[in-house]
């Protein structure tokens, strides 16, 4: 069974560009969650969505935004790329809208903003 | 949103035990604790969660006392493998995702 993929992997973009992120929650998770993970930092919290409709957001500027789709795979968007962007961006998804039973990330996509 | 506190890093040998204590002296009635493990550029990965006494699974066992204000990751018999980041996690499971907050986690470096 196939766990939380998410793509690309890798991706280096100029300041000032736009990027989308992908993600691919595992079969019956509902829940899509995205974090930022800077390095040496912990990830912090970005969006969270269930059921195809945003139920948290957090601290990040409106540049970031995102969507669920019908099959409850997932976007995040980010647009007008600062080099403090530059970060390792997970994909978590869940059965429930919490995280009762955990949540399980994907290996994340790693952008790099020059 | 509680939070928590933990060593930043730790230093073990293979096959000791090891336990990493997180404090969450805020912690409200209806959370719960969860620890993740985390591997160089891969994302944190479930171990355990529980909200009092003990919860044992077939990697690590959590121990919370009574008063739930800290709790304790114990690793059994580590391996080179279990250098990693350990995130301890405090927040009501019946909430949404932006209630659990990671910290800058625990190093811990197994050595030989």
């Known amino acids: 069974d196939a766990g939380v993929t998410q793509s690309p992997t890798h991706l280096i973009k100029t300041r000032g560009q736009h990027v989308t992120l992908r993600c691919s929650p595992i079969s019956g998770h509902k829940s899509v969650s995205w974090y930022q993970q800077v390095l040496g930092q912990g990830p912090q919290f970005i969006f969270q969505?269930?059921?195809?409709?945003?139920?948290g957001r957090g601290n990040f500027p409106d540049r970031f935004s995102a969507r669920q789709f019908p099959n409850y795979s997932s976007e995040l968007n980010v647009n007008a790329l600062l080099l403090g962007d530059s970060a390792l961006y997970l994909c978590a998804s869940s059965l429930a809208h919490s995280g009762a039973y955990g949540y399980t990330f994907g290996s994340g996509t790693r952008l790099t903003v020059v | 949103l509680a939070k928590t506190t933990q060593p930043i890093s730790m230093d073990s040998y293979e096959g000791q035990e090891v336990n990493i204590t997180c404090s969450h002296n805020n912690i409200a009635t209806n959370d719960y604790i969860t620890w993740y493990q985390q591997f160089p550029s891969q994302g944190p990965r479930f171990i355990i969660q529980?909200?009092?006494t003990k919860v044992t699974n077939e990697v690590a066992s959590l121990f919370i006392p009574a008063d739930r204000k800290s709790s304790t990751l114990s690793l059994p018999r580590v391996s080179l493998s279990d250098t990693a980041v350990y995130y301890c996690?405090?927040?009501?499971?019946?909430?949404?995702?932006?209630?659990?907050?990671f910290g800058p986690g625990t190093r811990l470096s197994v050595l030989p």
């Open positions: 996690l405090v927040g009501d499971p019946r909430n949404y995702g932006q209630n659990f907050v």
């Open positions: 969505y269930y059921e195809k409709e945003e139920r």
């Open positions: 529980g909200y009092k």
